[in-house]
């Protein structure tokens, strides 16, 4: 099994950067693809980032586009979201993800992941 651990959240103002982590144990990490998901209270649980086995193959929701950069280090087993421009409804749990094969089409939905982190808090004050 591939546990994953976030880490990197916290309080920050509007406007604001935080870079989260995901780190990947249990299995080899090797070049799955990882995405990260956030969920509002009340809201349900949306796609932010998708990374390829390639770097260069990378897919963001329209809401973080060009504010989130998501990136990975697999010789650190480790995934990582940049964010920048934070805003209030940035505010969410944000969980990471592990897409493991066999692959299916669907990189911004749920069921195509099959590891979930337990979830790192972001608060974005206005």
């Known amino acids: 099994q591939v546990q994953l651990v976030e880490s990197g959240g916290g309080l920050v103002q509007a406007g604001g950067s935080l870079r989260l982590s995901c780190a990947a144990s249990?299995?080899?990490?090797?070049?799955?693809?990882m995405g990260w998901f956030r969920q509002a209270p009340g809201k349900e649980r949306e796609f932010v980032a998708r990374i390829n086995w390639s770097a260069g193959s990378t897919y963001y929701a329209d809401s973080v586009k060009g504010r989130f950069t998501i990136s990975r280090d697999n010789a650190k087993n480790t995934v990582y979201l940049q964010m920048n421009s934070l805003k209030p409804e940035d505010t969410a749990v944000y969980y990471c993800?592990?897409?493991?094969?066999?692959?299916?089409?669907?990189?911004?939905?749920?069921?195509?992941?099959?590891?979930w982190g337990q979830g790192t808090q972001v608060t974005v004050s206005s």
């Open positions: 249990g299995r080899t990490f090797s070049n799955y693809p």
């Open positions: 993800a592990a897409d493991l094969p066999p692959y299916s089409s669907g990189y911004a939905t749920q069921r195509v992941y099959e590891y």
